[in-house]
């Protein structure tokens, strides 16, 4: 006999209790003296106070979102009817600078909130907002320019807030890709913002690790949907499309992801969205157990992935023609030996995007005022090869 709605919730009230009082018993023992206010509980602790009941919180969330009615359909006008795209020529130095700049400080800005949120100094969604706010007038008049910042590889130790701000940029281009109304695409971008916050509560031990991950780290790791929707669910003005996102965008509609094994329809088209911007991005950034692979290579096993049912054929489609199968920024080198940079996806034609050239056949850097664009869907040079970002002295900046 199934238990009665109100059974859960008096259930994780008084595991949110029992928490609590662990908690209490645990700072009296004194094992929280000497930390900083900022300084995570430590690692055996948590393990031992926190997991069990936020476990038990992600299946009840699970269960409420399985009769959810749908909310992730296209509603009202799309994004797109309202977005135009500046081009190469039109773009000054200082407005360069300052997109970069956008960018730069919005991975700051997670920094700072993730950081909050596990404090749980934040109670609405305001700030969340402003951050994916910050970007949508840039997004609506310049999608390109700031798609070749998400695509552009990190090399720093810790990837997390950039790859958080990469995601929520290459979701909310496919959101609007996909017909979404401009309130649906922030809730899709608010949702891949927030999507690995769970990963605060993973110990760097393990989520720093140089090297492969043992079987018992890995189930550690697979844990962050499930803490990330425990740190989420007291903030005012997040919706249950957005809560979703951050539970589910390690779902694969094959049934082969995680934490529940969900398949198919139980795994919401926003959550779809979000889980191929998210393994495009950690392919492309340099981890501490892996380098980092060419936007190509990660566009490549992307297809892969849609083509083994694990990631959703429609979106991938919709990821092509916004990103182009050598995706925006990346290197490449053309039939006449000269490097390339893709400036400007060719929704009709994948393989022939518009490019910047860099160099010369020689392969030496040309000046500025040298930098030309192609289209080579209406030229005879052709895409050879795809290059890494370090195979020239190379800025995010450079042939934009």
């Known amino acids: 006999?199934?238990?009665?709605?109100?059974?859960?919730?008096?259930?994780?009230?008084?595991?949110?209790?029992?928490?609590?009082?662990?908690?209490?018993?645990?700072?009296?023992?004194?094992?929280?003296?000497?930390l900083q206010p900022q300084s995570a509980i430590p690692d055996e602790v948590k393990l031992q106070s926190v997991i069990s009941a936020q476990l038990s919180k992600g299946a009840v969330f699970a269960r409420k979102v399985q009769v959810l009615k749908p909310m992730d359909n296209p509603v009202g006008p799309a994004l797109t009817q309202f977005m135009t795209q500046v081009m190469v020529r039109d773009r000054t130095e200082p407005y360069k600078q300052e997109t970069r700049k956008l960018f730069e400080d919005a991975v700051g800005q997670v920094r700072i909130l993730f950081g909050k949120i596990v404090r749980g100094e934040i109670a609405s969604n305001s700030i969340i907002r402003a951050i994916v706010g910050s970007f949508m007038d840039t997004f609506m008049k310049d999608q390109n320019l700031l798609l070749n910042l998400a695509a552009f590889p990190q090399t720093g130790l810790d990837y997390l807030y950039d790859h958080s701000v990469k995601m929520c940029l290459l979701s909310l281009s496919l959101a609007s890709a996909a017909g979404y109304s401009r309130s649906q695409s922030i809730e899709i971008a608010q949702g891949a913002l927030l999507a690995d916050v769970g990963m605060m509560l993973v110990p760097e031990r393990i989520r720093l690790k140089r090297g492969k991950l043992s079987e018992s780290e890995q189930f550690e790791m697979r844990k962050h949907p499930i803490l990330g929707l425990s740190l989420l669910e007291h903030i005012h003005g997040l919706s249950e499309a957005v809560l979703v996102i951050p539970y589910q965008h390690h779902e694969r509609i094959s049934g082969n992801g995680y934490p529940d094994n969900r398949s198919g329809a139980l795994v919401s088209r926003f959550s779809r969205i979000v889980s191929?911007?998210?393994?495009?991005?950690?392919?492309?950034?340099?981890?501490?157990?892996?380098?980092?692979?060419?936007?190509?290579?990660?566009?490549?096993?992307?297809?892969?992935?849609?083509?083994?049912?694990?990631?959703?054929?429609?979106?991938?489609?919709?990821?092509?023609?916004?990103?182009?199968?050598?995706p925006l920024g990346s290197l490449v080198r053309l039939t006449s030996g000269r490097v390339a940079k893709v400036v400007s996806p060719n929704a009709s034609e994948f393989t022939k995007p518009t490019v910047s050239v860099l160099t010369d056949e020689s392969g030496s850097p040309l000046p500025r005022i040298q930098i030309v664009q192609i289209d080579l869907s209406k030229s005879e040079e052709k895409i050879v090869e795809a290059l890494p970002n370090h195979s020239i002295s190379n800025s995010p900046l450079d042939g934009f």
């Open 1 to 34: 006999m199934s238990k009665p709605e109100h059974y859960w919730d008096t259930r994780r009230d008084r595991e949110i209790r029992q928490t609590l009082s662990e908690l209490r018993a645990l700072a009296d023992a004194g094992y929280f003296e000497g």
């Open 276 to 326: 191929i911007a998210d393994v495009f991005t950690a392919l492309i950034n340099q981890r501490t157990y892996r380098e980092s692979i060419v936007p190509y290579q990660a566009m490549v096993a992307v297809l892969s992935m849609g083509g083994a049912g694990h990631l959703d054929g429609e979106n991938i489609k919709q990821f092509l023609k916004t990103m182009s199968i050598f």
